[in-house]
């Protein structure tokens, strides 16, 4: 695609729900990236998926957090039992083996837990 | 472990005053320094990168240059407007192969009035 994309925009649930974020990375990038960016703070890195390889999990706060990823397309970022404190942007994005540094991101999916 | 510190917004300016967001870091080994743009409604996207020391990198009439000795990557634009207006984060990169570990800053709230 043109860029990645990511859906919904817009996420409002309540807490205890369990709730589901959408992420396409641009075709062919191998590499995608999910970040958070809580109100008035900086982007929080959640996790890593490079081509086949194991993800690199280690920004995931908690045992409620877990993503998958289909090869080199879709990704899901999915969230347990939600709680106010998830609440926030989550973004992603992806790179190309040829440029690895330079990351391309989505909008983002807002998250409100009320 | 790696950090980046960028000056707290907003920034408020008038159109054609000149630009200055101030960035430090701090990294293991020889980072590269990005500056990204988030404009309002729309995800991040790379402004302009830096790979090694006194490298200046530039676009869209900003400039940045990687200085090693104060660890800095001062974000600067002789004349700004009204377009400008956007979101700055600054952040470096780590790592050699194929993960590149991003590090961002909280980033700068920039406004610029008519």
């Known amino acids: 695609g043109a860029g990645v994309s990511q859906s919904p925009s817009n996420k409002v649930t309540e807490k205890g729900k369990d709730v589901e974020l959408r992420c396409d990375p641009i075709?062919?990038?191998?590499?995608l990236y999910w970040y958070r960016q809580r109100l008035g703070q900086g982007l929080e890195f959640l996790i890593y998926?490079?081509?086949?390889?194991?993800?690199?999990k280690s920004g995931l706060p908690s045992d409620r957090f877990s993503a998958e990823r289909t090869g080199e397309s879709v990704s899901t970022l999915t969230i347990q039992r939600t709680q106010q404190e998830d609440s926030a942007v989550y973004l992603c994005?992806?790179?190309?083996?040829?440029?690895?540094?330079?990351?391309?991101f989505g909008p983002g999916t807002r998250l409100l837990v009320l | 472990g790696n950090s980046v510190t960028q000056m707290e917004g907003p920034v408020t300016l008038s159109e054609e005053a000149f630009l200055t967001i101030n960035c430090t870091y701090t990294a293991t080994g020889y980072p590269s320094l990005f500056w990204y743009v988030q404009y309002p409604g729309e995800g991040l996207q790379l402004l302009l990168k830096?790979?090694?020391?006194?490298d200046k990198g530039s676009n869209k009439g900003f400039e940045a240059t990687y200085r090693k000795e104060t660890t800095s990557f001062h974000l600067e634009k002789g004349s700004v407007q009204v377009s400008d207006s956007a979101v700055y984060f600054c952040a470096l990169s780590t790592g050699g192969g194929g993960y590149q570990k991003v590090t961002f800053g909280i980033g700068t709230k920039l406004q610029v009035i008519p």
């Open positions: 075709s062919g990038h191998t590499a």
């Open positions: 998926f490079q081509g086949n390889s194991a993800p690199d």
């Open positions: 994005a992806s790179s190309s083996r040829r440029s690895r540094e330079t990351q391309y």
């Open positions: 830096a790979t090694k020391a006194d």
